[in-house]
């Protein structure tokens, strides 16, 4: 996943730094890759002089889960947002078929209503998103990445509460005898069980989704070169503004530096600072 | 007047070859008898990773032919001889080659009746509808369900029973005539897969589908138990005949519920068909919605299968167009207008079919060196890739990229293409 952007330390003299691609900044074009023995070393280094830590927080971030340029470790990160995408337009074209309740005079609650008003709203939404997704926008996919962030939260308070219903009448239902041996049936706990551990990988797999939405929409904003204060129009100026200025940390490199410790009354004022 | 077939002949040629390049033997077919070649082939084909595929299925086949009980043992030789024959003879060959991933999977999913009760996995009754009710808030495919009446059945009945067999061949048709040369045997191999993986998950993961709940309840399901018609039964009954019902009933898979191959290959049609047509695209969602709602309004399908079926397409659908699929050229109307194919998104996994094919003919590669140029790359759906890729193969990306192309590429499939083309000039 990241054999290429090793970060290397370099040990010149006295003074100890850490940072810059393997092998970009050479005259080679190849990238080299490094030994496994420049890692332990490096890590070593690390050891004997914390301080690196403090100073370069790099290291962290070649922890992190948001992935940088394959998604899933193999796919490429344009490929998987795609995917992504579509498979959050294909969830929510449930919506669709939940309102039709309305004309098949099935009895819903509140709030199967809602979840089902919130999904038929999102999926022009997601639409749009996979139109931008594949030519590449920088700030839509940027403003898709913090919905969907938003719809995973909403989809987990949904999750809960209509699991918590639901179990509370999965046991109730009384098993009828079929056969004559039920034996090649899975029995209810396990069934419970395989729900639970079924939902809650659904539940992982989007919270990895939007992280690699996120390192996605990071890829495209370091690529298009775009920063808080440089969007253009205004409202696209403001939203661009809002978006990265979160976690300027995130979106660039020692972007944090800008801006820091000063009071702002007005987005504008902010904008102009920034 | 007779039709006499020399007029269609050229009806046929001034609709479908007026702007064939005069030189492109690129979309003519091998209409070669001699099993030499395909032997010859097979001895100079330089064996990798990916022909793992024909293991596979060759395994596959083998358990068939023992699990499958039904056909006598002479019936069962004399297909396998029959198949092993069409793979052999080249007219026949170029489009049993590509069938293989389809014909594993229909021999499979008839076997699935034969395989005794006590070797498959335990069949799961409530694990769809909990998984429906929790993720999409409630059970849809009751909501849906619930009210009936003979226009909706047939208007469920359409996609679902007619739409559904049809599609595979009309597409077919379509990509062969009117998209670039070697989309087909693309759509094919992918669709076998994708019906492959689904029906493997099926059998490793059997759930029982909506009608098991309205007839028997949640009560815990028997191998035992046959299939059901569901919905069908009503549009049997609409139409006076009994064949639904019949089929249904005698279904080889009775608990395979998950993932719903009626929406897996509705959406893997709809995303070739909307990739060689990008102007029908929002019709071919329509079509999707409309055989979606018609599966649930059957009762032959919770909306998590759905999902799952579409899931596996589009993932297999984005493997493919990535890697394989030759990219449509929009000016070009039909099949003999190609002069040149370039296959997948990414510049370096790109073949020039034209340098590639005609390199045994000497005559061919100069002429093909001059024309290549006439491919324009820009009227194609993969220039804003090609423009991604260029953008970021400025630095590190670039070896990697063509690292994980040279591994991803399926050579089998380049030299089929290879020896097909470059043996008929």
């Known amino acids: 996943m990241m054999q290429h952007d090793v970060r290397c330390i370099i040990v010149s003299g006295p003074s100890i730094c850490i940072g810059g691609r393997a092998g970009t900044r050479g005259s080679s074009p190849q990238p080299r890759r490094e030994p496994a023995a420049k890692y332990l070393s490096s890590i070593i ?67 199967q209503l809602i979840l089902n008003i919130v999904s038929l709203l999102l999926l022009p939404v997601f639409l749009y998103a996979l139109h931008n997704v594949r030519r590449q926008n920088a700030l839509p996919v940027v403003a898709f990445s913090y919905i969907y962030f938003v719809d995973m939260f909403a989809n987990l308070a949904f999750t809960i509460y209509f699991s918590v219903i639901w179990f509370r009448v999965f046991d109730v239902t009384e098993a009828t005898e079929v056969g004559k041996d039920t034996s090649s049936s899975l029995d209810t706990a396990s069934e419970r069980g395989l729900s639970i551990t079924i939902i809650v990988l659904v539940l992982l797999f989007k919270v990895y989704f939007c992280f690699a939405l996120f390192g996605y929409a990071r890829m495209l904003v370091r690529k298009a070169g775009l920063r808080a204060d440089n969007g253009e129009g205004k409202f696209t100026k403001q939203l661009q503004f809002i978006m990265l200025a979160i976690a300027p940390s995130f979106w660039h490199r020692g972007g944090r530096r800008a801006g820091k410790g000063r009071m702002v009354n007005t987005l504008e004022e902010g904008i102009e600072m920034y | 007047m007779l039709l006499p077939t020399t007029y269609l002949r050229r009806k046929f040629r001034t609709f479908f070859m007026s702007d064939v390049p005069p030189s492109s033997t690129l979309a003519r077919l091998d209409r070669s008898w001699n099993v030499k070649k395909t032997l010859k082939r097979v001895q100079r084909h330089k064996w990798n990773l990916y022909d793992v595929q024909y293991l596979l299925a060759f395994t596959i086949a083998c358990f068939v032919f023992f699990v499958v009980t039904e056909p006598g043992v002479f019936v069962k030789l004399a297909i396998a001889a029959l198949f092993t024959l069409a793979l052999l003879v080249p007219i026949t060959s170029q489009f049993f080659f590509p069938f293989i991933p389809i014909g594993t999977w229909l021999i499979l999913f008839y076997s699935c009746r034969f395989i005794p009760a006590d070797w498959r996995p335990s069949i799961s009754v409530r694990v769809l509808p909990s998984l429906e009710t929790i993720l999409y808030g409630g059970n849809l495919s009751n909501v849906l369900a619930a009210h009936n009446n003979s226009v909706l059945d047939v208007l469920a009945w359409i996609p679902y029973g007619l739409i559904h067999f049809g599609a595979p061949f009309v597409c077919s048709a379509i990509m062969f005539l009117f998209a670039a040369p070697g989309t087909l045997p693309v759509f094919a191999r992918s669709f076998g897969y994708m019906n492959l993986i689904g029906v493997s998950i099926q059998l490793f993961f ?109 993932t297999v659908f984005y493997i493919v167009s990535r890697n394989l699929l030759p990219a449509v050229q929009m000016d070009k109307a039909s099949r003999w207008a190609y002069d040149s194919v370039d296959m997948g998104l990414r510049p370096s996994t790109k073949v020039r079919l034209t340098k590639e094919f005609y390199v045994e003919d000497e005559e061919w590669a100069i002429s093909s060196s001059v024309e290549s140029g006439n491919a324009s790359p820009t009227d194609s759906p993969s220039s804003e890739w090609e423009i991604e890729t260029l953008a970021d193969n400025d630095e590190s990306k670039a070896p990697l990229v063509s690292n994980t192309a040279s591994k991803l590429q399926l050579p089998r499939y380049n030299e089929s293409y290879n020896e097909k083309f470059s043996e008929k000039v």
């Open chain 1, 45 to 111: 280094i690390c050891l004997h002089h914390p301080e690196v830590f403090l100073v370069h927080p790099l290291p962290i971030e070649m922890l992190s889960i948001v992935p940088r340029q394959y998604f899933l470790g193999f796919i490429p990160l344009a490929a998987g947002a795609e995917l992504i995408t579509v498979f959050g337009v294909v969830n929510k074209a449930s919506g669709i078929y939940g309102l039709l309740s309305i004309f098949t005079g099935h009895p819903i609650t509140a709030a």
């Open chain 2, 206 to 314: 059997p759930t029982s589908p909506p009608w098991y709940e309205n007839l028997y309840g949640l009560a815990p399901a028997t191998y035992d138990i046959r299939g059901s018609p569901g919905g069908l039964a009503r549009v049997d009954g609409i139409l006076g005949l009994d064949l639904y019902t019949s089929s249904f009933t005698a279904s080889p898979m009775v608990f395979g519920a998950f993932p719903s191959l009626h929406s897996g290959c509705a959406v893997i049609e709809v995303l070739f068909m909307a990739y060689v047509f990008p102007r029908l695209t929002p019709f071919l969602l329509g079509y999707v919605l409309w055989i979606w709602w018609s599966t649930m309004y059957l009762t032959h399908h919770y909306f998590i299968d759905l999902i799952g079926g579409a899931i596996l397409s589009a």
